[in-house]
């Protein structure tokens, strides 16, 4: 079977290992070594999904209406409000709607689809430009994430109908099926996936591991597994002095590769049919440098679509890139019942496999009852932490880590200050998606927004590349042509970065 311990390792801590290969020696292999766990109970930071919301309801096509969950709830303490009419519905969530989620401002992503295909398209370039402009100088390129709502602190609404909340998040959605140059973004099916970890600058709640101290780690029997982190009694844990039980499912990864994409129409065979309630990050780069979100040399219409089918996950590029991705799998459908064992062996298609399945579940378990499956390492943190932004415009922010062995990825929250919505409300603080935003001053001379940020990735360094006091938009006024205008950008305040990694 995989090699896998249960039990105290040669440092007396009791803990639960999976090894990577069978040679390695799960009681004795350094921790240090992380390239060398599938899975490892002593890892203080653990990565985990709280929740994926599916957005994709519009109540009404005519007038206005507001409806609000759970039933009976109204605008001052609803969960969930949604507000429809004439083809478009925004949906607003107080923190509330989110029970298993743990930060006021959490780590998240929203992953939107193009209303006319349903493919994910917020990965795509493209080019800002209306009435405002003459002769379409100026504007700006973007990408679909600077499309995606943030995350709010102290909100109020426009309406008295949305209300006001001290945390939470809002999403609009349409009907239309319109993808021109002008409304490429707009999406009637959107996915919000919220993680337990911070956002912002809040810190980390996971309790640190401790020494050994002949407290009792483990508890794996019929009725309940717990594995506690080291130094913490498995009968009275808090959910953050745990690694790993029906509470803290780790992030699980069923598919992770860098591959090249030709232009047009590709696969990616996964090798298992996959299920709904999946999230992929993907970064798209060119040449040998691995950006995320995207690279600062922008074009118009440049990216690719991804959606999933079967067990493949297919793209579309504009041109040939390289797409180096990790899909997680969220455990957001329903446990089942019956009397499966909590620690299970076989295998399946040639594979020995490890479970640790929630207690009581049915034989076969679902999703959401595996806990560990040795098939599909957990997400391991290499590198986390909060620095303010200076003004300048660039100015590079380097992160050093050691990632030998590992596949590792970036991810990282910008943080805000006041701001607003015209149909939704306004809020004093927020968090967003990275985007990349570059204004288009002419054909050879083109600058990135203070909005903007980008970072590139190796296997020893993340640099965080910020433009924070640039302006928001500079262009020829239509209505005075020769007068050159400039509009303010919601600058990047700071950066809420993680160096995600799972065994290459």
């Known amino acids: 079977m995989t090699r896998t311990m249960i039990g105290r390792d040669s440092t007396g801590a009791g803990c639960v290992k999976i090894m990577k290969n069978d040679a390695d020696n799960p009681r004795t292999t350094p921790d240090s070594q992380r390239s060398k766990f599938l899975y490892n109970s002593k890892y203080a930071l653990n990565a985990s999904i709280a929740h994926i919301e599916v957005i994709n309801q519009i109540a009404s096509s005519g007038s206005v209406v507001y409806l609000y969950y759970p039933s009976g709830s109204n605008s001052g303490n609803y969960q969930k409000c949604q507000g429809s009419g004439g083809g478009e519905s925004t949906w607003l969530f107080r923190n509330t709607a989110f029970p298993k989620m743990k930060y006021n401002m959490p780590l998240f992503d929203v992953k939107a689809t193009r209303t006319n295909t349903g493919r994910f398209n917020q990965m795509r370039i493209q080019r800002r430009y209306s009435g405002k402009y003459y002769h379409d100088q100026g504007g700006y390129l973007f990408m679909g994430n600077w499309y995606q709502a943030p995350w709010v602190k102290d909100f109020d609404g426009v309406v008295s109908q949305y209300g006001s909340f001290p945390y939470g998040t809002f999403a609009e959605i349409t009907t239309s099926t319109l993808d021109d140059a002008y409304n490429r973004f707009q999406s009637r099916d959107k996915r919000l996936i919220v993680w337990n970890l911070p956002g912002n600058e809040d810190p980390s709640q996971e309790a640190p591991a401790l020494a050994p101290n002949g407290t009792k780690n483990i508890i794996i029997r019929s009725d309940k597994m717990i594995i506690a982190k080291p130094g913490y009694n498995a009968e009275t844990a808090t959910e953050w002095q745990i690694a790993y039980d029906s509470r803290r499912v780790p992030v699980k990864v069923i598919a992770a590769a860098d591959i090249a994409i030709p232009a047009g129409e590709s696969f990616y065979e996964t090798g298992i049919t996959l299920p709904s309630n999946i999230a992929l990050d993907v970064h798209f780069y060119t040449g040998s440098t691995i950006y995320y979100p995207w690279t600062p040399e922008m074009e118009n219409g440049a990216g690719a679509e991804y959606w999933f089918n079967g067990s493949r996950i297919?793209?579309?590029?504009?041109?040939?890139?390289?797409?180096?991705?990790?899909?997680?799998?969220?455990?957001?459908?329903?446990?089942?019942?019956?009397?499966?064992?909590?620690?299970?062996?076989?295998?399946?298609?040639?594979?020995?496999?490890?479970?640790?399945?929630?207690?009581?579940?049915?034989?076969?378990?679902?999703?959401?009852?595996?806990?560990?499956?040795?098939?599909?390492?957990?997400?391991?943190?290499?590198?986390?932490?909060?620095?303010?932004?200076?003004?300048?415009?660039?100015?590079?922010?380097?992160?050093?880590?050691?990632?030998?062995?590992?596949?590792?990825?970036?991810?990282?929250?910008?943080?805000?200050?006041?701001?607003?919505?015209?149909?939704?409300?306004?809020?004093?603080?927020?968090?967003?998606?990275?985007?990349?935003?570059?204004?288009?001053?002419?054909?050879?001379?083109?600058?990135?927004?203070?909005?903007?940020?980008?970072?590139?990735?190796?296997?020893?360094?993340?640099?965080?590349?910020?433009?924070?006091?640039?302006?928001?938009?500079?262009?020829?006024?239509?209505?005075?042509?020769?007068?050159?205008?400039?509009?303010?950008?919601?600058?990047?305040?700071?950066?809420?970065?993680?160096?995600?990694?799972?065994?290459?």
């Open 314 to 504: 297919y793209f579309n590029a504009a041109s040939a890139l390289r797409a180096r991705f990790m899909l997680y799998l969220d455990a957001g459908d329903s446990p089942t019942n019956g009397s499966n064992k909590v620690f299970r062996q076989f295998t399946e298609g040639g594979v020995d496999v490890v479970q640790f399945l929630r207690p009581g579940s049915a034989n076969p378990p679902s999703w959401a009852d595996i806990v560990i499956d040795s098939r599909w390492p957990c997400v391991q943190i290499l590198a986390e932490g909060y620095f303010p932004v200076s003004a300048g415009s660039p100015v590079e922010t380097v992160v050093n880590f050691d990632a030998t062995g590992m596949f590792p990825m970036v991810k990282y929250m910008t943080k805000h200050g006041p701001g607003s919505e015209s149909l939704v409300g306004s809020w004093q603080e927020s968090i967003k998606l990275p985007s990349v935003r570059q204004l288009m001053y002419s054909a050879t001379s083109n600058f990135e927004c203070g909005d903007s940020s980008h970072c590139r990735l190796t296997q020893t360094s993340a640099t965080f590349v910020t433009n924070r006091g640039r302006p928001g938009d500079y262009y020829n006024d239509a209505d005075d042509p020769g007068t050159w205008r400039t509009e303010g950008a919601d600058n990047v305040l700071g950066i809420r970065y993680y160096i995600l990694g799972i065994p290459a």
